[in-house]
């Protein structure tokens, strides 16, 4: 089992959780999964995005812990879970997998905010017709993501063409190159491509340590299938109360994404602007996505599932 580089004391220091276990997906696939927090308060589930893992989730974890139950989990073959099953690469598996952490982390009649960043808000989306999440969800937040064109639409190489820039963006998103050590320049274009100008030295030092220990097998097989992402047609089956965040600098998945979202979900609670904020919003101002999360378990709650009245509410407001 892989041990993550991330740091070990501090704000972003990955907290010890309350109990580990490994979950097993549909295909075999084997997940890292932490709970934290009171067994009996209220659900959150976090949901991390490519070339991340639990560890990206420390601040945000640090704050909800003391009285919800937050249950985070390593993606398929990143952190500590390893290479994936039969299943491989593929949004179908990413549903899966949020599905058996559900089932195996929620007891019977319990239900939880769902908080998906990047990959993670995919996650959701793909997950979005499976009666399970359904059940299992008492709303929802897609953070700084997009359901398609991510090449298209992606403002970290900075050329005029948008042909070009796409083109470069696909053989960046499927590379397989090595990241090589944390070094100051690798640090500098951390900053550059997923954070905003304002970002705390050492929230880009964590940032940089989590995703260059993402091994390049998982990060180019996770970016084949980011290339050619198409989840527009699931954003409608998110019939939960849903939120959507975004940073106004984020060049990975620009503000558009986050506006095609809100107008498309059923029940979007809201768009979040934070300005001047990058991709990694979670980490780069917590306080903001955790106060998102703790007003939609205070409105909507996780205890049990809604009864036929709320939901039909819940699908017309």
């Known amino acids: 089992?892989?041990?993550?580089?991330?740091?070990?004391?501090?704000?972003?220091?990955?907290?010890?959780?309350?109990?580990?276990?490994?979950?097993?997906?549909?295909?075999?696939?084997?997940?890292?999964?932490e709970l934290h927090g009171p067994e009996d308060a209220p659900a959150v589930l976090l949901a991390h995005g490519w070339v991340c893992s639990t560890a990206f989730w420390a601040p945000v974890v640090r704050a909800l812990a003391?009285?919800?139950?937050?249950?985070?989990?390593?993606?398929?073959?990143?952190?500590?879970?390893?290479?994936?099953?039969?299943g491989g690469y593929s949004t179908h598996a990413l549903a899966d997998d949020l599905v058996a952490v559900l089932e195996a982390t929620l007891p019977p009649g319990r239900r939880a905010v769902l908080?998906?960043?990047?990959?993670?808000?995919?996650?959701?989306?793909?997950?979005?017709d499976r009666p399970a999440l359904r059940e299992r969800a008492a709303a929802a937040v897609l953070c700084s993501t997009g359901a398609s064109r991510l090449v298209d639409r992606s403002?970290?190489?900075?050329?005029?063409?948008?042909?070009?820039?796409?083109?470069?963006?696909?053989?960046?998103?499927?590379?397989?190159?090595?990241?090589?050590?944390?070094?100051?320049?690798?640090?500098r274009l951390v900053r550059y491509a997923t954070m905003g100008p304002g970002a705390d030295p050492a929230a880009v030092d964590m940032c940089a340590r989590i995703l260059h220990a993402c091994p390049r097998a998982?990060?180019?097989?996770?970016?084949?299938?980011?290339?050619?992402?198409?989840?527009?047609?699931?954003?409608?089956?998110?019939?939960?109360?849903?939120?959507?965040?975004?940073?106004?600098?984020?060049?990975?998945t620009p503000p558009e994404h986050a506006d095609a979202l809100a107008a498309a979900?059923?029940?979007?609670?809201?768009?979040?602007?934070?300005?001047?904020?990058?991709h990694m919003t979670p980490v780069e101002d917590p306080e903001a996505v955790t106060g998102v999360i703790r007003g939609l378990v205070e409105e909507y709650g996780t205890s049990s599932r809604p009864t036929a009245t709320a939901e039909a509410k819940e699908q017309t407001t």
């Open 1 to 33: 089992m892989r041990r993550l580089s991330a740091p070990t004391v501090g704000p972003y220091a990955p907290p010890v959780p309350e109990r580990e276990l490994t979950v097993v997906s549909a295909d075999g696939s084997r997940l890292h999964t």
């Open 66 to 86: 003391a009285d919800h139950r937050v249950i985070v989990y390593d993606q398929r073959g990143h952190g500590r879970s390893p290479a994936p099953g039969p």
């Open 115 to 128: 908080a998906g960043h990047s990959m993670g808000g995919m996650t959701l989306m793909a997950a979005a």
């Open 155 to 187: 403002l970290v190489v900075p050329l005029r063409s948008p042909r070009a820039r796409a083109r470069v963006h696909r053989v960046l998103l499927g590379s397989r190159a090595p990241l090589g050590p944390v070094t100051p320049l690798a640090k």
């Open 218 to 252: 998982v990060r180019a097989g996770w970016g084949r299938v980011l290339l050619d992402l198409e989840l527009d047609a699931r954003i409608g089956e998110l019939t939960m109360p849903t939120a959507v965040i975004v940073g106004t600098a984020d060049r990975l």
């Open 265 to 278: 979900l059923p029940h979007c609670t809201g768009l979040i602007e934070l300005p001047g904020l990058g």
